[in-house]
């Protein structure tokens, strides 16, 4: 390849650029959420919801994430054809089957259920490790001064934990910048997928370097930030 393919590739994969970023933030803004809240329901006294939790964290952690996106996406196209072939009625028939399958956003939808669903599991298993590393004796010496169980966790918990876990959840942001590449077995337009149309059309492997540059320079940018983020926090000692 020479300079002026090389600018060519480069630019190529800056237009799908957006792709990779939309999902690594959709999946960053509801999979934080949503971990939060299976941490809650991980330490739930009720035991059903806690094993249901527990189940879901195991299967989520113990299974290839590309494995989820391929079983995800294709769920709604076989629930379609066995509706078909066995005359299903319904509600929820009519509206499975009022699903645009081949549109670009029934693709998006369904990586990012698969994302977050997974990331999920491991920011719980995060969350969980900095709740239970906080000593019993805070809550109870809040309890002392008068505060509330909502108001002991917002001003007391809440900001150590956050300490604690932020080493952790940096790992698990680079993983996931790098993880976006996975969307690319179901046919999502994003930098891995177009490197590798460029790879085979040129006949080399250097777009592939290329995306991976895309990929070092965007895990740059995360660690800085976390970097950032870590020394604010640095008063929490």
């Not at 079983?71 to 076989?78: E, F, K, N, Q, V």
């Not at 379609?80 to 499975?96: C, D, P, V």
């Not at 996931?176 to 077995?185: E, M, Q, W």
């Amino acid at each position: 390849m020479d300079w002026e393919s090389i600018k060519k590739v480069t630019g190529i994969l800056f237009d799908y650029l957006p792709n990779t970023l939309k999902l690594f933030a959709f999946t960053l803004a509801f999979a934080i959420p949503v971990g939060m809240l299976v941490t809650m329901l991980k330490k739930c006294r009720f035991k059903p919801v806690s094993w249901l939790t527990n189940l879901y964290i195991l299967i989520m952690r113990g299974t290839p994430l590309m494995l989820q996106i391929i079983a995800i996406y294709y769920a709604i196209p076989m629930l379609k054809a066995s509706f078909s072939k066995n005359g299903t009625t319904g509600a929820f028939a009519s509206f499975i089957n009022g699903i645009d399958t081949r549109s670009d956003s029934y693709m998006f939808t369904a990586l990012c259920v698969a994302f977050v669903l997974n990331y999920a599991a491991y920011f719980a298993e995060i969350f969980r490790g900095g709740v239970d590393s906080i000593p019993k004796g805070q809550y109870e010496a809040a309890s002392m001064l008068g505060m509330t169980r909502m108001q002991t966790f917002f001003r007391i918990i809440l900001p150590q934990v956050t300490k604690r876990v932020i080493p952790a959840t940096s790992n698990e942001v680079i993983t996931l910048v790098k993880d976006t590449s996975l969307a690319n077995i179901i046919a999502y337009a994003e930098i891995t997928m177009k490197a590798k149309q460029q790879m085979n059309y040129y006949s080399s492997i250097l777009p592939l370097f290329i995306a991976g540059l895309f990929y070092f320079v965007l895990n740059a940018i995360v660690t800085v930030v976390f970097a950032v983020i870590e020394k604010k926090f640095n008063y929490y000692r």
